[in-house]
C-alpha cells in the first residue's frame, strides 16, 4: 500500500526529518503540537496551545481535501492534571458536533519543555 507525506505551510516545520502528516489506505495520521507558523509556544497557556494544535491538525487535513469532520480518533497528550480543564474547553469547542473516539494521557512532559499538550488525530479521508 503506498503512502504519502501532507504538508502545509500554515503549519511550523521543524528541522528534524518527519512528515508533517501521511495518508495510507484512505487515512490521515497526523500529531500536532501547539505552535505557531514561526515554531513559537504560547508559554504556559494551554488553552492557547491547544487552538494551536487543532488549528494546525486542520491545516494539514484541509491541504489533504479533507475537513475536521473527519477525524475518526484523538490522543491528547497533556503535561499536568492542572491543565486538564483548559485543554478540554478548547477541544470541546473544536469538537461541538459529532466528536470523534478520544483517548488522553496525562504525561510527564513533551519534546521541548515549553509545550504543554500534543494532539495525535487519524482522520478517514477515504480511498486514496
Not at 528534524?16 to 487515512?27: D, K, N, R, V
Not at 504556559?44 to 473527519?70: H, P, S
Not at 478540554?88 to 510527564?108: G, Q, T
Request: proline residues 5%; aromatic residues 10%; hydrophobic residues 40%.
Amino acid at each position: 500500500m503506498p503512502k504519502r507525506a501532507v504538508y502545509s505551510d500554515r503549519v511550523f516545520k521543524g528541522s528534524l526529518p518527519f512528515a508533517q502528516a501521511t495518508i495510507a489506505g484512505g487515512f490521515m495520521f497526523v500529531a500536532c503540537v501547539g505552535r505557531d507558523r514561526e515554531g513559537r509556544f504560547a508559554a504556559g497557556d494551554v488553552g492557547a496551545q491547544t487552538q494551536a494544535c487543532l488549528d494546525n491538525i486542520r491545516a494539514l487535513i484541509e491541504e489533504a481535501g479533507g475537513t475536521m469532520k473527519d477525524i475518526v480518533k484523538c490522543t491528547v497528550y497533556v503535561t499536568g492534571r492542572e491543565h486538564w480543564q483548559p485543554m478540554n474547553e478548547v477541544y470541546f469547542r473544536n469538537f461541538a458536533e459529532d466528536p470523534p473516539h478520544r483517548v488522553s494521557c496525562i504525561v510527564s512532559g513533551l519534546g521541548s519543555p515549553e509545550c504543554l499538550v500534543e494532539i495525535d488525530a487519524t482522520a478517514y479521508l477515504g480511498k486514496d
